[in-house]
């Protein structure tokens, strides 16, 4: 993979989100962190979140 294949290009957003989501998110981004070895933020866990929400209605982004 090269390097630019590694970077996609992100537009910033607002989500408002509840309290307990955000919670949520912390948690899995953790986790995730964990098992991977490599960083994740919350909006890494959104971003995967949306595109399997995205696949499993048959539009792979």
Not at 18 to 41: D, I, M
Request: aromatic content about 8%.
């Amino acid at each position: 993979m090269t390097m630019s294949e590694e970077h996609e290009n992100l537009i910033k957003t607002s989500v408002y989100l509840e309290e307990e989501v955000l919670e949520e998110l912390e948690a899995l981004a953790k986790e995730y962190s964990q098992e991977t070895g490599k960083r994740w933020s919350r909006g890494g866990v959104i971003r995967l979140s949306l595109s399997e929400f995205f696949a499993k209605r048959g539009k792979i982004l």
